[in-house]
Structure formats: C-alpha cells, structure tokens
C-alpha cells in the first residue's frame, strides 16, 4: 500500500498562501516569505509602528504549522534582544504572544495573517519595547503555566471551584452537551438544571479541539510544577 | 540629505564605538572565554586570538560576534586526536559555563544565567588545528555538511577583507542580509560583494549596491565564489543553497528603492531619546483595538 503524502497547506490551498504573502507585503517591507523544504517562513524585519512612525524594530522568524490556519505560526525573536524567560515570555520555542484558550477572542476564525501581525504580533512586540525601557506590559500579563489556564476557565465557568471547573472542562471537550445526562460539576442535578447555559456559552468560545488542548496543557504543566493539577 | 549621506548615516549608526560600551563588555567576555579554554586546555599550548568581523573591521550592530580563534598546535593531541575530537573537547570546555550552540564550524555561546538566558554573547568560538608551524593554514572541523573537514586560513580571509577597499559595502550588504531575513552565510556575502564590486571600489554605495542587487536578481544561478585562503574549498553547495533568496529579495529591493527609496531598505535614523520613544510607545498602546496578554507556559 502506497502511504499517503500529506500535501502542504500551501499547496492544499495555494490562494491562501498569496494572500499570505500580500499581507506581508501590506504590512512592512522588511519582513519577506520564504519556502525552504517544504515550510512557509516569513523572515525579516519587525517594525513596532505607531501611524507612520518605526519606534522599534525585531528581527524575527515566523514559522508556519503544517497545519495553518488551524494552528498559528510560530514566532521567534532572533535577534538576540529578549531571553527565553518567563518575565519575558519568551521561551526557546517561540514567543508567549497570548494565552491559546484565548485564541477565538484574540485571533477568530477567518481572521487573516495580517490580523495576526498587527495584533497580537504587534501587541507583544510593542510590549517588549515599552519594558526595556523598564515600564511594565502595557496591557498586563497573564500568570505563568496552569495558573493561567485555570483562571482563564475559573472565569469562563463562573466558578473558583478548580474540580468543578476541570470536570466541566472534560465536558466542553465533547462534541455535544446532553441535558438529560448529570451535570459533571457533582450538582446531582441535570446538566439542562443546572451548568447547561455556562456550557453552551463556553462552547461559543472554546471548541472540543481546544478544551481537549486546554486538558492536555494543564496535566503536561502540572506534572511539570510536580502536583496533581488540581491547585490553580 | 542624499542617498548616499544618508548610507553613511545607516553605517555610522551602525559602528560600535571602540570606547563604548558594548564593545567594552565584548572584549571582557572575550577574555573570560579565552580564560576558561587557557585553563581547560592548560596542557596544550592554543593560540587563542581574535576573528572574524571584528578583525575584518565588518562589524554591525544590528548582528555582531567576535570570533574567539583557538587552534592547536598540529603535533599536539591533547586537546583531541581528530578535529571532531577538538571541536567536541572544546565544546565540553565550555558547556558548563554557556548554553552552546554548534554551527558549522564554530560554537556559538548563549548566556546561561537565569535573567539573561539565551540572550547573545556575541562570541563564536571556532576550534581547529593547525596544519603546519608557518603557513597560518588551519583545519576546520565541518558539524554538517559532506566533507568532515575544510582547510583555510584566517590571516589570508582578513587580508582578502580590509584589502578590498569595499568594506562599507560589505557592511550594508551584512545589514541587508539580516534586515531583510535572506540568511545568506556572511562568509559568502562578502566573497560575492568584493568579487563584483572589483571594478567599482571607488563608485558611489548607492551604485556599489544596486550594481550587486542587480547581478543577485539577474545573474544569480551564474554567481561564483572562491575561498582566498584555499582554492580547494568548493563552496558551491553553500552558494547553491543561498541562491533562490540572493535573487528573490534582491528584486524584491529593487523595486523598494524605485518605488519608495533607500530608506524603505534600511529603515529611519532613529534620533529620539528614551523618554520620546516611550511617549510615542504609549501613544502606539492607546489605538490597540484587541489588546492581548502575553503568557509563558512555564
């Protein structure tokens, strides 16, 4: 049996990828798209910008998944400016620009790439700017690891609970909520008696895909912080 | 201001002051590197000296290291039997002390402190052997590549270098490879710029440019270089790999500059203070529509 290629997104959908390579050309003229064995890379120049104004620039890399748009570029400062700390948000991968579970707020389906460069590429960038010259993130930091995580879905289910909040978590990772069924939150009432609205409302913001994510992020990180993940 | 002030500008910029600071801080760290080999290879005798662009006089700020030489003497196997044997050794030296990356030949160093990891050293040390006591012929360990080896000699490239009479250019061509992400290898980049630039040492660098930008975007499958220190170096497979953005970006700057000029290129002189660039930061923070909150996984 012959196995299957998995054909590039570039190639799946080429007209994606010019309009990739316009939305570069659109935002700055120092950022350029490569394709180097089989990946999209942009490369380049960074401009942190404010109307026609350059006020900063990074040298950055710009890696697209095989998997884009599902999944978002990866983007990597290399020009030796920000460490790979957590003060800085920057680990050895690539740049902490938001947290994922806030991807459909930050960055929502059908957003383009030039979206994503002046948002939360942007965003980051003008950050790092403003702290080396020693004021603080303009617009705030998240909490590092699974604090963040928990808190972001302590919020979105309305409870500090962290059981109640991982048991609604497993939930929102199915395909579908079943009113008729116990509500997961240990309630003994039905989900349509009790958690239905929160979770059907969650569901507008976080898909199956990304709860699943959102579960396999906080046991990978707790294991890491060395607990059991039930502390937020 | 014209094209070519305003070159000299970007240059001027560019240059590390020699009683500044960084350039104070590349040197200590210099010294502690070459510390810390003098001690770990104490039964050895390697000449540890400087390279690269700082000896070539090319250095830019935007993308500067200072290549710490350290070449053994040929007879000489305590520092290793083979090449790899020394590149590895020397390596071992100075892991405990830098996050080190390997490049082909040389070893990058990373600050490894909790603050500053990652960030730049601006050191690259490149260990080899010598190949005889009088010629200043080395070999290089090659970490990738077909050929485990390449001979050279540092005193012929930095001669090649400072003897071209086109070192701005080289200098802009550096900051262009790295402005505009082409990753050509510097090495390359400045073989090809003093080749073509032969019969032009004394044009404008506006015309020493656009006449290399030109050959790169028209001529790029014929571009040939050889190394000065060793005929035998076949650096086509390098040369081959960097062809298809030498030829892509350089179009690419072409029109730039037709369309919008040399700044568009190099970016603005920037001339505020700190004070005036944090305003105009916080300006750029007061229109964000979507603001966002970075994390670290941790």
């Known amino acids: 049996m012959v196995p299957r290629v998995r054909r590039p997104w570039y190639q799946k959908r ?8 316009e939305d570069v050309r659109t935002f700055c003229t120092t950022l350029h798209l490569f394709t180097e064995d089989n ?65 459909s707020e930050v960055f929502p389906e059908g957003s383009s790439f030039l979206d994503f460069l002046r948002g939360p590429i942007h965003n980051f960038f003008l ?5 080396a010259l020693g004021d603080r993130w303009p617009f705030g930091e998240h909490e590092h690891g699974v604090t963040a995580i928990a808190a972001f879905y302590q919020n979105l289910f309305d409870t500090k609970d962290v059981q109640v909040v991982g048991r609604l978590l497993v939930a929102l990772a199915k395909d579908q909520i079943r009113g008729h069924l116990d509500c997961p939150c240990g309630s003994g009432k039905r989900v349509r008696h009790c958690h239905l609205t929160i979770l059907l409302n969650a569901k507008k913001k976080v898909s199956p895909r990304m709860a699943t994510e959102s579960i396999q992020r906080w046991i990978q990180l707790s294991k890491l912080r060395g607990d059991d993940g039930l502390r937020a | 201001m014209t094209d070519d002030e305003y070159l000299h500008h970007v240059l001027k910029d560019q240059t590390l002051a020699t009683d500044g600071q960084e350039m104070k801080d590349i040197v200590a760290r210099g010294a502690e590197v070459q510390k810390i080999l003098e001690d770990h290879f104490s039964d050895c005798t390697p000449t540890i000296k400087d390279g690269g662009s700082k000896a070539k006089g090319t250095m830019i700020r935007d993308s500067y290291d200072l290549d710490k030489i350290c070449y053994f003497p040929r007879d000489d196997d305590d520092a290793g039997g083979t090449l790899k044997e020394i590149y590895e050794n020397t390596e071992k030296a100075l892991t405990p002390h830098y996050i080190v990356q390997r490049k082909p030949s040389a070893l990058r160093l990373l600050m490894k402190q909790e603050v500053s990891r990652g960030l730049p050293t601006h050191i690259d040390v490149v260990p080899g052997r010598y190949v005889d006591g009088d010629s200043g012929d080395v070999y290089l360990f090659q970490s990738s590549g077909e050929k485990q080896h390449l001979k050279t ?20 061509g550096k900051l262009w490879n790295v402005r505009h992400g082409v990753n050509a290898k510097t090495f390359i980049l400045e073989l090809l ?34 190394d000065p220190a060793n005929s035998g170096n076949d650096l086509t497979p390098i040369l081959d790999l960097a062809r298809p953005n030498l030829s892509m970006i350089a179009r690419s700057t072409l029109t730039l500059i037709e369309n919008s000029g040399w700044e568009a290129v190099f970016g603005k002189i920037v001339t505020e203070t700190g004070d005036e660039k944090k305003a105009k930061l916080w300006a750029a923070v007061s229109v964000v529509e979507k603001p966002t909150k970075p994390w670290f996984p941790g």
């Open chain 1, 127 to 131: 950050g790092q700017s403003l702290v």
């Open chain 1, 14 to 21: 080429p007209e994606l990828l010019t309009q990739v390579q």
């Open chain 2, 153 to 172: 000699n540092l005193e012929k490239h930095i001669k090649h270098v400072v003897d071209s009479g086109v070192r701005d250019a080289v200098r802009l």
């Open chain 2, 193 to 226: 710029i003093i080749g073509l630039l032969k019969e032009k040492k004394d044009a404008a660098l506006t015309d020493q440019l656009t006449h290399v930008w030109k050959v790169f975007r028209d001529n790029a499958d014929d571009l040939y270089v050889e």
């Open chain 1, 39 to 103: 990946v999209v890379w942009v490369r380049g120049t960074f401009p942190v910008k404010h109307e026609d104004d350059d006020l900063d620039h990074y040298a950055l890399e710009i890696r697209f998944p095989e998997e884009y748009p599902d999944f978002l570029p990866v983007v990597r400062e290399v020009g030796g400016r920000i460490p790979w700390t957590a003060d800085a948000h920057n680990p050895e991968k690539g740049a902490c620009l938001f947290l994922p579970e806030e991807k």
